[in-house]
């Protein structure tokens, strides 16, 4: 009789602490555009911004963000009619914002992240990539230009820009 008791605690305080964990979460479905050499290809993103933290005692905060996103192939006549395949980038770091959730200019963002990526092209040439944002996010929306490449560390790439629009969901 007690083990099921048991059992049922454990549960009850995991879902207790999954509910905590996502409190205040935020997800945003994001496409949009991607240029690399004024070659246009479409994209699409899933992110997840967890809870703002505070930095110390500034008017700086920090979310921790993670993003799936996906670059379809093209082809490119300039580099030999090569095909390009399609791209699956994961992400994870951190979204900053400043001031008061007030202050008009809160809903300005900066994201930066590391990722690591399924597929390779000329413009995404390497297995790991740094993405950065910057944007607006509103209630329902968020609108951002975020450029991903490997910043020249592991050979050049030419990199992805991209302007994207999303839908957010606040859980």
Known sequence: MRLPLLRSAVVLALTGLSATALADTRI????????????????????????????????FTLAPDVSLGFFNGRNVTRYGNKDS?????????VRFHYGAPGD??????????????????LALSSGGEFVNSIGWQADRWSFQVRHASNAGIKGSNRGETMALVGLAFNL
């Open 85 to 93: 395949a399609d791209v699956w980038l994961l992400a994870g770091g």
């Open 28 to 59: 945003e479905i994001e496409g949009g555009r991607s240029w690399t050499d004024s070659y246009g290809t479409n994209t699409a993103w899933i992110e997840t911004v967890f809870k703002n933290y505070q930095i110390g005692n500034s008017r």
């Open 104 to 121: 008009w200019y809160h809903h300005l963002f900066w994201t930066t992240q590391v990722a690591a990526q399924a597929g390779r092209t």
